[in-house]
């Protein structure tokens, strides 16, 4: 992996507690660490999702339309180490296919904090 700047490998979920998208992904993750405490991520890979791939007719209300299952998958998160094992950040991810299925490609974007603890 040092040949293409040795990311880590990520799984993750992103459950929704409505009745709207869930998806769970994977992909590679590079950090680089511009100052001691600050970290700036950035990775890319796949989700698998479970939200609409069309907007049917006979469908109630609308629905973001995905058009394919497997999706492309890329984020981005700021944070800051504190205390050796803690992490605090803000996240951005982004889903969608990139043009290779049919027409529709709404996709999705996600905003968040993150808390992480390294064992």
């Known amino acids: 992996m040092k040949y293409i700047l040795s990311p880590r490998p990520h799984v993750g979920l992103s ?3 409505t009745e709207d998208t869930d998806q769970i992904y ?3 993750t590079w950090e680089w660490n511009p100052f001691s405490k600050f970290i700036i991520d950035f990775s890319f890979g796949f989700s698998l999702h479970n939200g609409h791939l069309h ?5 109630e ?3 973001r339309e995905f058009g394919c299952r497997v999706l492309f998958r890329e984020s981005l998160e700021l944070g ?3 205390y050796d094992r803690h992490l605090v950040s803000v996240m951005w991810d982004h889903i969608s296919h990139g043009g290779i299925c049919d027409d ?3 996709g999705m974007d996600n905003l968040g904090m993150r808390y992480g603890y390294m064992f």
């Open 15 to 17: 459950a929704n507690v």
């Open 26 to 28: 994977t992909g590679l």
């Open 55 to 59: 907007n049917d007719a006979g469908d």
């Open 61 to 63: 209300g609308r629905f």
């Open 80 to 82: 800051y180490r504190f």
């Open 104 to 106: 529709e490609n709404e």
